[in-house]
C-alpha cells in the first residue's frame, strides 16, 4: 500500500506536491471544521463509472452501505455498477480479520454476477487490522482467472482528491495497457476524468462523432472494463475534470508517448477551444480545418440561441464555490453569458486553478480560501450576489437563507457540458435567478404586527 | 421464531443503514445541537449528504476528522480539538460525540477521555456525551434508540441536582421513534394537545429537518426540543412511546423519574389508532374532538373504496423492525399479504410477528418477490423493484427523487388515510 501512496503522491504534476512548505499532498482536515470525502470516497468516485465491473467495500457498514447510488454517473451499458456490494464486517471479522469474508465475497460475486472484473476497496478498519488486500486479491486473480484490483485508499488516508489519485494509481499499475481493442482509427481519443454526470459525456461524444473522431476511452464515465485496458492506444488524451487523474495522463505519456490537454466543455468558448485542441493535438490538417468550420458553425448557433438569457442575466453576480478544473472552466462559461463572478471559493483547487481564476475575475472578486457554510454566505452578503453556483452540499444551506443557487458538482441531474449543456444552464441560472418564490418567501404573514 | 437469515456472506443492495445515521437523525431533534462523529471525515460526509438528499434540510453534524496518524498517536486529542472548536465557533447546548467501527475498533475510551474533558471545566453547563454505535451491531434504528437512551441519562444528571420536581397535571413525555416523520411527529402532537395535554417530545422533529424554529442557516440544529424545555421532562405525569424500539428509553425514564410510561408499537390503521385515542379519551377524561371522529369515518371509507384494489394483493417489503411491523399490521387491514418481508437487524418485536421475517438485503428481498404485486421499501430498492417490474413506492430512508420526505404523514386517522392514498396511487 505505501509504494502506491508515494507514488501518488510525488506526483509532479500536481501543485499540491510542490516543494511549498515542504507538503505533501493535499492538506489534511481538522477536527470539528472539516466537510469534505476521505480517500475511500474519491476512489469510489473515480472507478465506480466502469459499469460492468463489480466494485466491492470491503470494510464495516457504513463505508459501503452509506454511499452506494450517489452519483450521477450515467451507464449506457451494464447496471452492475449500482450494485452495492460490501463486505459489512462484523465484531468477529474484525478480530479475526475479515479474509475468509472477503474471499467467499469475491466467490460469490463471481458465481452471482460473471463480471469482467473487480475492484476491491480497502477501508480504514481493513487497514488497520493490517488485512493484505494486495495478496488476496492476487490470489484470487489467479484461481478465477479475472483482474481482481485492490484499491488502497482508505478513507483515514487523506482527503477525497488524494482517493482519486490513488484510484489513478489502481488503473495505471492493473488495468491500462492489458489489452488490445479489437480495430483502431486514426483519431483514437480518450477522456481522463470524466464522468458522464447526468449523460453530459453523450452530448461530447455526439459533436466528436460529428467530427470523426472516436472515443476510445471512457475514464471513467460510461465505461466497460475492456476499453479502460485498451487506453494506452489512443493517440490523444484530454483530461477533463480536474487535476484529480493527471497521473493517468502523465503516465500514459511517459510510457506509452499519447500526449495530453487539461481542458473543459463548459461554456461554448471552452467547448470549442478543447473540440480544436483535440484536433491540434491529432495533428491532421483536414481535421483541424473542419474542426474549425464546425465550432465557428456551433458558436453562431448557441450565439442565437442565447440572446434573450443573456438579457437577464447580464450584470447579475455570481458566487462560485467549487473545486478543481470546474472552478475557472464555469467562470469562463458564466462570464460568456454576461455574468459578473464576485467570488470563488479555492480551497480545492490546484496552484494552476487558481492562477487561472485570478486571469479570469480580476481584482474585484473574492477568492474563498477556507471550507465551510458559514464563509460563503458571509461572501455572499459582501458581494451582494445574486446566485450561488455549488455543490449539493450547499444547496438547502443557500435555499435556507432564501438565497437563488444552481447545482453543479457530482450528484446533479442535469447535463451542462458542450453546446447543448451551455443553453441548458443559460435556461436553468434565468429560472433560479426570476423564481416567483424569492419574492414569496420574503413575504411577512399579513396578520404579523 | 418467525425470523431467519440471509445465507450470503457478501452484502448486496444494503437495507442497513449505520447506528451513526440514527444517532445524527436523534440529535436534530434537540435545538441547538450537534453531533460529532469520531470517525475519518468520510464517514460525516457521506451521512451529510445522504440527510441532505432525503430531507433537503442543511443537516448539523461534524466529524474529529480522524487520519491514519491520528489514530498511531491516539484518537482522544482529535475528539477534544474537535469539541473546542464547535464549541468555539458555534456554542451549541448540546453535543453528542458518536463512536464509529473505525474509533471502536481503535477501541478509543471516549467515556473516560470525555468525563477528563468535563472535569476540566465544571462550570461549563452544556450536554456532552458519548454514545456507542459501532457499524457492526443494529441499524438505524437502534442507532437512534441508544442515542436518545444515553441523552435522557444525561440529561438526568442535570434534573436531578434540582429535586425535588413537582409534577404537572396535563403534561406527558412523547418519545417518537425513527420511523415517525416530521409530519408525524406534529400529527402525535397536535392530536395530544387537543386532548389537553402539555407535551414535552423528544427527539421533537416536528419542527427540525423541514421548517424549522429559527430561520437562516447555521451549523447547529434550527429546530427540536430546547434544553430548558426539556429540563421539565421530570415534572411530565407520564410517557408515551411510539415504537418497539424505543421503550427502553421509557424505562430509563421510569426509573430514573419515578415516571409510569405507557408503549404504543404503531399509530398506524384503524385499530391501531382506535386504540390510541380511547387510551387518550380514558386518561384525560376527555371526549374525543369531532374532528377526529370525523376522520375516523373517512378512513373506513376510503378503506372500503379501495378494498377492491387492495383485497388480496401480495407484498414485497424491506423496512427498519418498528417501520416494518407498523405496515405489516396496516397493510392486513387492507386485506393483503406478504410475498416477502426483509428487516434490517432482529428485534424481539419482529419476533412476536406471526409472518416470517428475513434479516438481510434488498437482494434477498429481490430474490423472493418474484410473485409480489408491489414493492415497499427505501429508494435503493427501486432497482430491484425495476427488475422484477413491480410497482415501487419509497418508504422509509433514504428516499430520493421526491420531495417533502419529512412531511408526509402515516399515524393517526389522517395520516393513515395518507398513507392508503399514497399506496393506492402505485398499485391502481
Not at chain 2, 301 to 311: E, N, T
Not at chain 2, 371 to 384: D, I, V
Request: net charge negative; proline share 4%.
Amino acid at each position: 500500500m505505501k509504494n502506491h501512496m508515494i507514488n501518488a503522491f510525488q506526483e509532479p504534476a500536481c501543485q499540491h506536491n510542490q516543494a511549498q512548505s515542504g507538503q505533501q499532498g493535499c492538506a489534511p482536515a481538522k477536527p470539528g471544521q472539516s466537510n469534505g470525502g476521505c480517500a475511500f470516497d474519491g476512489a469510489q468516485i473515480t472507478l465506480l463509472p466502469i459499469a460492468d465491473a463489480a466494485h466491492l467495500v470491503h470494510g464495516p457498514l457504513a463505508c459501503g452501505g452509506n454511499s452506494w447510488e450517489r452519483r450521477g454517473s450515467l451507464s449506457s451499458g451494464s447496471s452492475l455498477y449500482r450494485y452495492g456490494l460490501t463486505t459489512d464486517l462484523s465484531e468477529q471479522d474484525i478480530i479475526f480479520g475479515g479474509d475468509d469474508k472477503l474471499v467467499k465475497s469475491i466467490n460469490e460475486i463471481i458465481q452471482r454476477f460473471q463480471p469482467p472484473a473487480i475492484f476491491v476497496y480497502a477501508t480504514c478498519v481493513t487497514a488497520l487490522i493490517g488485512v493484505d488486500l494486495d495478496a488476496i486479491c492476487h490470489q484470487a486473480s489467479k484461481r478465477h482467472a479475472i483482474p481482481i484490483i485492490p484499491v488502497n485508499s482508505p478513507g483515514f488516508s487523506g482527503s477525497k482528491n488524494s482517493g482519486n489519485r490513488l484510484a489513478g494509481q489502481a488503473l495505471i499499475d492493473y488495468v491500462i495497457g492489458t489489452e488490445d481493442p479489437p480495430f483502431q482509427t486514426p483519431f483514437d481519443l480518450n477522456f481522463i476524468g470524466e464522468y458522464n454526470i447526468a449523460g453530459e459525456m453523450w452530448d461530447i461524444e455526439d459533436l466528436l462523432k460529428q467530427l470523426g473522431i472516436r472515443l476510445l476511452s471512457r475514464i471513467t464515465g460510461d465505461s466497460h472494463f475492456k476499453e479502460v485496458q485498451w487506453a494506452h492506444r489512443a493517440k490523444v488524451n484530454m483530461v477533463v475534470c480536474g487535476r484529480a487523474l493527471i497521473n493517468v495522463a502523465r503516465h500514459m505519456e511517459d510510457k506509452y508517448e499519447i500526449p495530453y490537454f487539461e481542458g473543459s466543455f463548459y461554456g461554448a468558448k471552452q467547448t470549442s477551444y478543447s473540440l480544436r485542441k483535440i484536433a491540434r493535438l491529432f495533428g491532421d490538417q483536414r481535421l483541424i480545418d473542419n474542426v474549425a468550420v464546425f465550432t465557428a458553425n456551433e458558436e453562431k448557433k448557441i450565439e442565437q440561441a442565447l440572446k434573450e438569457a443573456r438579457k437577464v442575466l447580464k450584470g447579475k453576480r455570481a458566487l462560485l464555490y467549487t473545486g478543481g478544473v470546474k472552478s475557472w472552466s464555469v467562470i469562463s462559461a458564466l462570464q460568456e453569458l454576461g455574468m459578473e463572478v464576485v467570488g470563488v471559493g479555492i480551497s480545492k483547487s490546484s496552484q494552476e486553478d487558481i492562477v487561472r481564476i485570478k486571469d479570469l475575475v480580476g481584482e474585484d472578486a473574492l477568492l474563498i480560501d477556507s471550507r465551510g457554510a458559514r464563509v460563503v454566505l458571509e461572501t455572499f452578503k459582501k458581494k451582494q450576489g445574486d446566485i450561488l453556483i455549488a455543490g449539493g452540499r450547499n444547496i438547502y444551506v443557500a435555499l435556507k437563507e432564501r438565497i437563488p443557487f444552481l447545482e453543479i458538482n457530482q450528484e446533479r441531474d442535469h447535463a451542462y457540458a458542450g453546446y447543448t449543456g451551455f443553453r441548458q444552464m443559460a435556461r436553468h441560472l434565468v429560472t433560479a435567478l426570476q423564481h416567483p418564490v424569492w419574492k414569496l418567501a420574503k413575504l411577512d404573514p399579513p396578520w404579523k404586527e | 421464531m418467525t425470523i431467519c437469515f440471509s445465507e450470503k456472506k457478501l452484502v448486496i443492495n444494503s437495507l442497513k443503514i449505520s447506528q451513526t445515521v440514527g444517532g445524527v437523525l436523534a440529535l436534530q431533534g434537540i435545538f441547538r445541537s450537534i453531533p460529532i462523529l469520531h470517525s475519518a471525515q468520510g464517514c460525516a460526509a457521506f451521512i451529510k449528504a445522504l440527510m441532505t438528499n432525503h430531507y433537503r434540510d442543511p443537516v448539523a453534524l461534524q466529524t474529529t476528522a480522524l487520519t491514519e496518524l491520528d489514530i498511531i498517536f491516539g484518537a482522544e486529542q482529535n475528539m477534544i480539538k474537535a469539541i473546542d472548536t464547535v464549541i468555539d465557533k458555534n456554542d451549541p447546548s448540546v453535543i453528542a460525540v458518536l463512536s464509529t467501527a473505525l474509533s471502536e475498533t481503535v477501541d478509543d475510551d471516549m467515556e473516560k477521555n470525555l468525563k477528563n474533558y468535563r472535569e476540566n471545566d465544571p462550570t461549563d453547563l452544556r450536554l456532552i456525551f458519548p454514545v456507542s454505535l459501532p457499524d457492526f451491531e443494529g441499524s438505524l434504528e437502534s442507532g437512534y434508540a441508544r442515542t436518545v437512551e444515553a441523552f435522557i441519562v444525561e440529561l438526568s444528571h442535570c434534573i436531578l441536582e434540582n429535586r425535588p420536581v413537582k409534577k404537572q397535571g396535563n403534561r406527558v413525555n412523547l418519545i417518537p421513534g425513527s420511523h415517525l416523520t416530521s409530519g408525524d411527529v406534529m400529527e402525535i402532537k397536535t392530536i395530544l394537545s387537543d386532548f389537553g395535554l402539555e407535551v414535552m417530545t423528544f427527539p421533537d422533529l416536528s419542527h427540525s429537518l423541514s421548517a424549522t424554529l429559527a430561520d437562516g442557516y447555521s451549523p447547529l440544529t434550527q429546530g427540536g426540543s430546547t434544553l430548558t424545555d426539556l429540563k421539565k421532562i421530570a415534572s411530565a405525569q407520564l410517557t408515551i412511546v411510539v415504537g418497539n424500539s424505543m421503550e427502553k428509553a421509557g424505562q430509563i425514564i421510569e426509573e430514573l423519574h419515578d415516571i409510569p410510561y405507557i408503549l404504543f408499537d404503531s399509530l398506524t390503521g384503524l385499530e391501531k389508532v382506535d386504540h390510541f385515542f380511547s387510551w387518550l379519551k380514558n386518561f384525560t377524561q376527555s371526549p374525543v374532538p369531532s374532528r377526529y371522529q370525523w376522520e375516523r369515518k373517512q378512513l373506513i371509507d376510503a378503506m372500503v373504496d379501495s378494498h377492491f384494489y387492495f383485497g388480496g394483493k401480495s407484498y414485497a417489503m424491506a423496512s427498519e423492525p418498528d417501520h416494518l411491523y407498523t405496515l405489516v399490521m396496516f397493510l392486513k387491514e387492507l386485506g393483503c399479504m406478504p410475498a416477502k418481508l426483509v428487516s434490517s437487524y432482529a428485534t424481539p418485536a419482529l419476533k412476536t410477528m406471526e409472518e416470517t421475517v428475513e434479516i438481510g438485503d434488498l437482494d434477498d428481498l429481490e430474490r423472493g418477490s418474484d410473485a409480489a404485486e408491489f414493492w415497499l421499501s427505501n429508494s435503493h430498492g427501486q432497482q430491484g423493484a425495476g427488475r422484477l417490474s413491480i410497482p415501487f413506492m419509497p418508504i422509509g430512508f433514504p428516499i430520493t427523487g421526491q420531495i417533502a420526505n419529512g412531511y408526509r404523514r402515516q399515524v393517526g386517522f389522517r395520516g393513515t388515510i395518507e398513507l392508503l392514498l399514497a399506496i393506492s396511487q402505485v398499485i391502481i
